[in-house]
């Protein structure tokens, strides 16, 4: 699996969810709340991630 650094793409974020294109290229949503990004997304093919001040050692499995 390709490395992928997604701290440019997620750097206006802090807290709460965010939901990413599943190509890894675009913020599609935001919100405080897993289930408020849900919905947001309805049945889009996203990848939710909660936002966090810092990303180094993030991993996550596409």
């Known amino acids: 699996m390709k490395t992928i650094n997604l701290s440019r793409l997620l ?5 709460g969810w ?3 294109t599943s ?5 599609v ?3 405080k709340t897993l289930k408020e990004v849900s919905s947001k997304v309805g049945d889009e093919d996203v ?3 909660s936002a966090s001040k810092n990303y180094r050692g993030y991993i996550t499995a596409g």
């Open 29 to 31: 949503a935001s919100g």
């Open 47 to 49: 990848v939710l991630i």
């Open 18 to 20: 965010v939901a990413i």
């Open 11 to 15: 750097k206006n974020f802090s807290s």
């Open 23 to 27: 190509d890894y290229k675009k913020v």
